[in-house]
């Protein structure tokens, strides 16, 4: 059996969430085009405030802090700082050949906790409801990446 | 057949493509460390103020911004932003087995994209020039990431 | 045989590598907030004022620089720069059927490299120390993406 498959139920499973992630990821980049579109501000480059097309009219205060923006930006940093690590845990998890179901509670699992910490940060929820749904995915994650490491020193 | 061959033009055209972007983003380490070393500023940790080899004058104005070592940062996190995700919606694009022609399309066009899209910022094109290019890539990467979803769902 | 296994020595060896990267990328988010709790700062986000059961006692202090804690951040972007490229760069090697010893080398010797790097980035040490270490890794993987390169190309 082609263990790489998107047929397979194991596979498709990572499948299906690594391109849940993928999207979730570049939609933050999309979402902060948005929203510096619209304010027309929290630009980064000096070059963006030459007059073009797409601002007219440029300003000097659009550059430089903007919270209505950067706070996509924490958001995006956070998703660096974990879903790329995602990406490779649960393909090695996959590989490593967990039931179905233990695939299905901890790949799914980790995709809503993530959607769970986005709606929390963006809706600015304390620190502790964000920091809460950001632990429950770590955990998952260092659970996948523990089962990895198990498996590949031939402890089981 | 074995899929993950570098010996399967599917394959090798992912690889190929990968360990290009790969390339890609350690350069921008390395023209970082290139930028600094020029100038001997854009520092970033206390410690860098220490006399060594490499420093042997130091002095506080070369830690803080630094626009000449910045930019290659900025770029550097527009690569973060949006390489790590095509690593992976790349690979799984080619297990999902696309034409090779289809593949060869996406993929070095991802990377053509990219590679604009890094000469635009560099050289301080104005903003449009630079979001063109990165559009153009990121609806590639996007793509791509649709195709594995559609299919590991099972709706093709 | 099947190449994608855990049983497979090439592979395991990759997988093991892969998952104490993962494990220390990880371990960097969970040092930031055992630190940011530490001190009750270094906080980044407005909400993270409000006063909440793990911050009884909010102060506009919290938010800002906090070097204790923004040393771990600077560590964990280093990793950001570099470790999901070693991810899929150290993947693709494997794929292109190196030697077990040849791999062996290439792949715990980067292990080696970021906990070194780590080690002398957290105390502290001199910048030249510190681009050592970075260094020994950067040209590993750099060398390990140009093997896949050449392999994918039909060079060799």
Redesign the interface.
């Known amino acids: 059996m ?5 047929q397979d139920p194991l596979f ?1 499973t990572y ?2 969430c ?3 992630m ?2 979730k ?2 939609g ?3 979402l902060t ?1 948005y929203r510096m579109t619209k304010v027309k501000s929290g ?6 405030l ?1 007059r ?4 007219p009219e440029p300003d000097p205060s659009q550059i430089g802090p903007n ?1 209505y923006v950067d ?1 996509i930006r ?1 958001i ?1 940093l956070n998703d ?6 995602f ?3 649960g393909f ?1 998890f996959v ?2 050949g967990p039931s179905l179901l233990h695939a299905q509670i901890l790949l799914y699992g980790y995709v809503v906790s993530r959607l769970l910490h986005f709606a929390a ?1 963006l809706t ?5 409801v964000r ?1 809460t749904f ?1 632990t429950i995915g ?1 955990l998952m ?2 659970y996948m ?2 089962y ?2 198990v ?4 402890l089981v």
Chains 1, 2, 3 share one sequence.
């Not at 082609?2 to 998107?6: F, K, N, P, V």
């Not at 630009?43 to 963006?48: G, K, L, Q, W």
């Not at 073009?52 to 601002?55: F, H, I, S, W, Y």
């Not at 660096?80 to 690590?85: A, M, Q, R, V, Y």
């Open positions: 082609d263990r790489l498959s998107l498709a499948a299906i690594a391109a849940l993928i999207l990821a570049v933050m980049s999309w085009v630009y980064r480059s000096p070059e963006d030459r073009t097309r797409l601002n919270d706070r924490r995006q660096l700082e974990n879903l790329p690590f990406l490779a845990a090695l590989i490593a940060y600015a929820q304390t620190h502790d920091a950001w770590s994650l260092i990446t523990l990895v490491l498996a590949a020193l031939g």
